[in-house]
């Protein structure tokens, strides 16, 4: 009896060590799984933080890129059209997105459009030499008034012209030689050709639009830009 007993016990407690051994098993496998379902959980972020990262730089390339290709382009739409005063004012759409590559405008000299970020002096500045359209643009969204003339126009003209945009804040001067009149003013989104400098619609093209009602942006400087 005893003896069956004891090989009841000893029975007993090999199988309590083999469930033992079996649970110890379970658990070292339990870790196992866990420690690699954290590494892979852990990868997969790292990898979506790759791919994010990257596409986000990728989308701020495009965004680049694209500036850069519609800079070939004014971003302009629409004409001129032609007022009882001669006075040529654009219909449509002036984009003002700030590029870094040279435009190709839709009206010369330009009255608007894509333009580079550094805006040409205009405190009364006179160039004598052709300056970047890209930059003259940006001084009209400033609002200032461009004079441009070509070799036809007259020395006299070409004089008086330039003493008045001396004496006047947010105005600028340069000769233009790719335009349709000896001499023309040009504020944002309006034109003019003058007979001459004592043509009556120079003083009323500057009094209207030296950072007049068309300005896109009133009391932005007129200094500290560029000097060509």
């Not at 003083?203 to 639009?209: A, G, L, M, V």
Request: charged share 20%; aromatic share 6%.
């Amino acid at each position: 009896m005893g003896s069956g007993n004891n090989s009841s016990n000893a029975a007993r407690k090999a199988r309590i060590e083999e469930m033992r051994r079996a649970e110890r098993a379970r658990e070292r496998r339990n870790r196992v799984l866990t420690v690699a379902a954290s590494v892979v959980v852990v990868a997969g972020l790292v990898v979506g933080g790759v791919v994010l990262v990257n596409s986000q730089s990728d989308k701020s390339d495009t965004k680049i890129e694209t500036a850069s290709g519609d800079a070939k382009n004014s971003g302009d739409s629409g004409h001129f059209t032609l007022g009882p005063d001669r006075v040529k004012t654009w219909s449509g759409k002036l984009s003002r997105t700030h590029v870094t590559t040279r435009v190709s405008y839709p009206m010369h000299p330009p009255v608007g459009g894509n333009h580079s970020p550094v805006w040409l002096n205009c405190n009364g500045d006179v160039y004598t030499t052709p300056v970047q359209d890209e930059n003259a643009v940006h001084a009209l969204e400033h609002g200032a008034v461009w004079v441009t003339y070509t070799g036809k126009a007259s020395k006299a003209d070409v004089d008086a012209l330039a003493a008045k945009v001396k004496k006047t804040p947010y105005s600028l001067m340069s000769p233009y030689e790719n335009q349709d009149a000896p001499l023309v003013l040009s504020a944002w989104g309006h034109q003019v050709n003058v007979k001459s400098a004592s043509d009556p619609a120079v003083n009323k093209f500057f009094s209207t639009y030296v950072q007049g009602r068309q300005t896109p942006e009133p009391g932005a400087s007129c200094t500290g830009g560029v000097m060509k």
